[in-house]
């Protein structure tokens, strides 16, 4: 049965999440054991009332006991329930502090994740992980766990119960009672289903995952008047999903069907055997006759009682799943945290032979890169899509740590410095998601959650938000976002910048969004940002090359690697890679003019 080796570990896994509590879990355990015991008891008091009926028919005035064993059954059953509702009670305090433990412990630990981390694995994965377990683990201990300790009891007092009036009928009800039990066995502690239940599960995640991208990239399907079919990986993971339902649903079908024919037998066994015994029913005694009727009225409920045990097994792959899931988050490696954080006296940013690699790729996507941004200056990095500007950004707020080489602020490594010092010392507007469902004033806040609102206009009106303060109904309180006011790139980035301006970090890293839909917005986003830029350390990742022409140093990346460095008049006069760019793009401006004069 279920009580193999590995629901013993289960058990110590689900314990150890309770903690001080997990005596709870025990004691459930031990009342509802108990509480099967008893509910078999009023069976051999009702056994007696038929007993006693049989003897003394027809003068049923002179039965003396029905009385008394009528109320010490209902005194047992009262009893049994009350070990029940107990247990229950125990289990369930047990539970709700494991299912909030695995929930604190998984938050805990996601938290000290690398930020990059969550692009990576997917923060819709992260929450359903989490969510989806403490949930699975909840109802179990909850639940099924101390049913499952009244279902080892309860086959024991079965048996007891059985051999205890005739043991010829006990042997008629146990051959198909044991066959039953045999066939569930096969289902239940089958190594190859918990392992097919850990697919079954990851395809019920893959579905649930590829549904959240559908529902995500439906706009793009359409703008491009591409068919349901675009979406190729969702319908995999359908039918995946279909496959192994329906593969689980064919490899149940047989067993359960001999399971639940078994578990009804016993009746028919039992008349087959009465009628061996002696030779014809009407043909015995009145003491085998109450005999007969104790099991004719017991091997119903044996059946009952074999599902419920059945059922009560079954869950138990769904926790041990959910709780490797939840294994497999915490040994995610998190950013080592210094014990004692240093904060830098000197705002000079320096990337020295920087290499580094996603995780599960092997080709650097910046390679041995060398950069020195210093406080009061602008440092822009141009370049191709996909030379890894973005990511130099998100090494420099330590979104990941390098592999190679040394990211420093003011000469202290970033990893002696701390997450939550970087936090302090910089602002990163990014290129695109930059703002949170929420209103206006609290996406600005952000920056600095004791901010006053009239400091928050402050900062909208230096970051040139005026126009965008100006169509919010309810001013500062209304809703931008999904279900709001709905605000341009141009517009987000402006609000991003806001945010930074109220922040008033010393160290500033821009990620300028691909593109603006009208010059005006871009002019005002430059603005906003010159604002932002004065006097701190700047790093600007640009598209358009007009914005990094004052900048105090030009760094040309490519292939994560630095190309050419200086001012604009150095670089136009080497006549190199950024040159070219910059002929491109005045190319390329020209056309626009051309293209409006027409
Ligand atoms: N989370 C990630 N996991 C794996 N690879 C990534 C990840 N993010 C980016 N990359 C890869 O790293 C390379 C550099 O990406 P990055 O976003 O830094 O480019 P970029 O220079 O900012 O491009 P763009 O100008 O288009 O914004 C790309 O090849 C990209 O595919
Ligand atoms: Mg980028």
């Not at 146990?174 to 097919?196: C, D, H």
């Not at 500062?476 to 517009?491: C, F, Q």
């Given at each position: ?8 570990s289960?058990l110590?896994r689900?314990?150890?999440?309770a903690?001080?509590?997990r005596w709870l ?10 509480s099967?015991?008893?509910s078999?008891v ?5 056994w ?7 003897a003394?028919?027809?003068d049923?005035?002179?039965a ?8 010490m059954?209902l005194?047992f ?9 107990a ?21 805990d630990?996601?938290?000290?994740l ?15 992980t ?10 179990y201990a ?5 049913d ?46 918990s ?11 893959d579905?649930?995952r590829e ?7 439906v ?12 979406f190729?990986?969702f319908?995999d ?16 079908r047989g ?9 009804n037998l ?13 030779g014809g029913i009407e043909?015995a005694?009145?003491g085998?006759?109450?005999?007969f ?14 599902m419920r045990?059945?059922?009560s097994?079954?869950d ?12 497999e ?9 210094p014990?004692?954080?240093?904060m830098p ?10 290499t580094f690699?996603?995780?599960?790729t092997?080709?650097p996507?910046v ?14 990095l ?10 130099v950004?998100?090494?420099a707020?330590?979104f990941?740590d ?17 997450s939550a ?15 949170i ?9 952000l920056?600095r959650?004791?901010a ?5 206009a ?15 109904p ?10 709001g006011?709905?605000?341009?790139g141009g ?7 806001a945010?930074a ?14 593109a ?9 986003v430059q603005?906003?940002?010159?604002r932002?830029?004065e006097?701190r ?15 105090d140093?030009?760094c ?6 630095i190309r050419e460095?200086g001012?604009?008049?150095e670089l136009?006069?080497e ?12 190319r390329s ?5 051309a293209?409006?004069?027409?």
């Amino acid at each position: 049965m279920e009580k193999s080796s590995k629901s013993g570990s289960r058990l110590d896994r689900l314990a150890a999440y309770a903690g001080p509590y997990r005596w709870l879990t025990y004691a459930a355990l031990v009342m509802s054991a108990v509480s099967a015991a008893l509910s078999v008891v009023p069976y051999y008091y009702i056994w007696r009332i038929l007993d006693e009926v049989l003897a003394v028919y027809p003068d049923l005035e002179s039965a003396s006991g029905i009385v008394h064993n009528g109320w010490m059954a209902l005194a047992f059953t009262v009893l049994s329930i009350a070990f029940y509702i107990a247990a229950l009670m125990c289990s369930h305090k047990a539970a709700f502090r494991i299912s909030k433990n695995i929930k604190k412990r998984a938050l805990d630990h996601v938290l000290g994740l690398p930020p990059g981390a969550f692009d990576m694995i997917g923060s819709g994965k992260v929450r359903r992980t989490i969510v989806d377990s403490a949930e699975a683990t909840h109802t179990y201990a909850a639940h099924q766990l101390p049913d499952l300790a009244g279902s080892v009891v309860l086959p024991i007092a079965i048996i007891v119960m059985l051999f205890f009036f005739d043991w010829r009928l006990g042997i008629a009800c146990i051959i198909p009672i044991a066959s039953s039990m045999a066939v569930m066995y096969t289902m239940m502690g089958n190594k190859a289903l918990s392992e097919f239940m850990g697919i079954y599960q990851t395809a019920l995640g893959d579905m649930n995952r590829e549904a959240v991208e559908y529902v995500r990239g439906v706009s793009v399907v359409k703008t491009f008047q591409q068919s349901v079919h675009t979406f190729q990986r969702f319908k995999d993971a359908i039918m995946r999903y279909g496959k192994f339902a329906s593969e689980y649903a064919r490899w149940c079908r047989g067993r359960m069907v001999a399971f639940v024919v078994l578990c009804n037998l016993a009746f028919a066994f039992l008349i087959l055997a009465a009628m061996a015994i002696n030779g014809g029913i009407e043909a015995a005694d009145p003491g085998f006759l109450s005999d007969f009727l104790f099991y004719v009225i017991f091997s119903p409920l044996v059946a009952i009682l074999m599902m419920r045990i059945m059922y009560s097994s079954e869950d138990g792959y769904k926790v041990d799943d959910g709780l490797d899931r939840i294994d497999e988050l915490l040994a995610m490696e998190q950013l080592p945290e210094p014990s004692e954080p240093r904060m830098p006296e000197d705002m000079t940013v320096r990337f020295e032979n920087v290499t580094f690699s996603y995780p599960g790729t092997a080709a650097p996507v910046v390679d041995s890169l060398c950069l020195t941004m210093r406080p009061g200056t602008v440092t822009a990095l141009v370049g191709p899509s996909g030379s890894g500007k973005s990511t130099v950004a998100s090494l420099a707020s330590r979104f990941w740590d390098p592999q190679g080489g040394s990211i420093s602020i003011g000469g202290v490594d970033l990893r002696e410095i701390g997450s939550a010092n970087i936090a302090r010392l910089e602002s990163y507007v990014f290129q695109s998601n930059s703002l949170i469902k929420g209103t206006l004033l609290d996406n600005v806040r952000l920056g600095r959650p004791d901010a006053t609102p009239e400091q928050v206009a402050d900062a909208l009106r230096e970051a040139r938000c005026d126009d965008i303060v100006a169509k919010m109904p309810d001013g500062l309180d209304t809703v931008i976002g999904p279900g709001g006011v709905y605000l341009s790139g141009g517009e987000t980035q402006r609000v991003a910048i806001a945010r930074a301006i109220l922040k008033g970090s010393p160290i500033v890293i821009l990620d300028e969004a691909t593109a603006f839909a009208d010059p005006e917005n871009e002019h005002l986003v430059q603005q906003a940002f010159e604002r932002l830029a004065e006097n701190r350390t700047v790093l600007i990742i640009a598209h358009r090359l007009t914005t990094v022409r004052d900048a105090d140093c030009i760094c040309v990346v490519d292939g994560g690697r630095i190309r050419e460095t200086g001012t604009h008049a150095e670089l136009m006069k080497e006549d190199g890679e950024y040159r070219r760019m910059w002929d491109d793009y005045q190319r390329s401006l020209s056309w626009r003019v051309a293209g409006v004069a027409q």
